[in-house]
């Protein structure tokens, strides 16, 4: 069965639920947001949370982050995750495939995104569906 993409359009608990499940697959060293972090992020009007669901179950996620520079409007896709469970069967593409064209329905000029190396899956996926790498150089300040 193929995947159903939607906007979250509140916090649930179901979703809060998901994100426990899916952020370690993504990330070792992020903990999952809690339910305030996922309600700033749904309610902000930059972000949309996308979520992919199979058999009424959320197997993906996707953020869709869009803003107005003095440029143009830009879109970045971030923390594209996808349960085990579902790899392999078209989520992330279709989580993608939703981004572009809402980025596209809000007058994105472009979208980026970043994908370490390592993740060899994601990078064939976003080459396929045509994202191209880009010359430049990813600089990033932390804090302690």
């Known amino acids: 069965m193929p995947a159903v993409i939607e906007i979250a359009p509140e916090v649930t608990p179901e979703l809060v639920e998901?994100?426990?499940?899916?952020?370690?697959?993504?990330?070792?060293?992020?903990p999952p947001p809690t339910f305030a972090e996922l309600?700033?992020?749904?309610r902000s009007p930059a972000c949309d949370l996308l979520v992919a669901r199979i058999d009424g179950r959320i197997v993906g996620t996707l953020t869709l982050v869009t803003f107005r520079i003095p440029t143009a409007v830009r879109s970045?896709?971030?923390?594209?995750?996808?349960?085990?469970?579902?790899?392999?069967?078209g989520v992330g593409e279709a989580l993608n495939l939703f981004a572009l064209e809402l980025a596209r329905s809000k007058g994105a000029k472009t979208v980026d995104l970043t994908s370490r190396p390592s993740r060899e899956a994601a990078n064939r996926l976003y080459q396929r569906l045509?994202?191209?790498?880009?010359?430049t150089n990813v600089?990033?300040?932390e804090w302690d």
């Open 130 to 135: 045509g994202f191209l790498p880009r010359e």
């Open 18 to 30: 998901a994100f426990a499940t899916l952020i370690p697959q993504l990330s070792r060293s992020s």
């Open 39 to 42: 309600d700033e992020i749904v």
């Open 76 to 89: 970045w896709i971030e923390d594209v995750v996808v349960d085990d469970s579902a790899r392999g069967a």
């Open 139 to 141: 600089y990033r300040f």
